[in-house]
């Protein structure tokens, strides 16, 4: 389904998976790039943590999860940088 841009039911076939297999490395990452295809970035960047636990090492992993950190923060700094200019 991710090959074809079905997001909403690749999301679905990767939660069934990781119900059966919680550590399944394939789904946790499929799982997480789904979810930053639908925009979900905090629930993107909790499922590359969630893969982190089990590959450690692996940088691919660890870029993901500094891009998003780095992506929410900026959100985050615009969002009070707009809340200033309205209050």
């Not at 969630?50 to 959100?75: G, T």
């Amino acid at each position: 389904y991710f090959g074809q841009k079905r997001f909403a039911q690749a999301e679905r076939c990767y939660e069934a998976l990781l119900r059966l297999a919680p550590f399944h490395t394939g789904a946790l990452v499929g799982l997480a790039r789904t979810k930053g295809q639908r925009k979900d970035y905090s629930g993107a960047l909790a499922e590359w943590k969630k893969a982190a636990q089990v590959h450690p090492e692996d940088p691919a992993v660890q870029d993901q999860i500094r891009s998003l950190e780095q992506l929410l923060e900026q959100r985050q700094q615009r969002g009070r940088a707009e809340d200033q200019v309205f209050t």
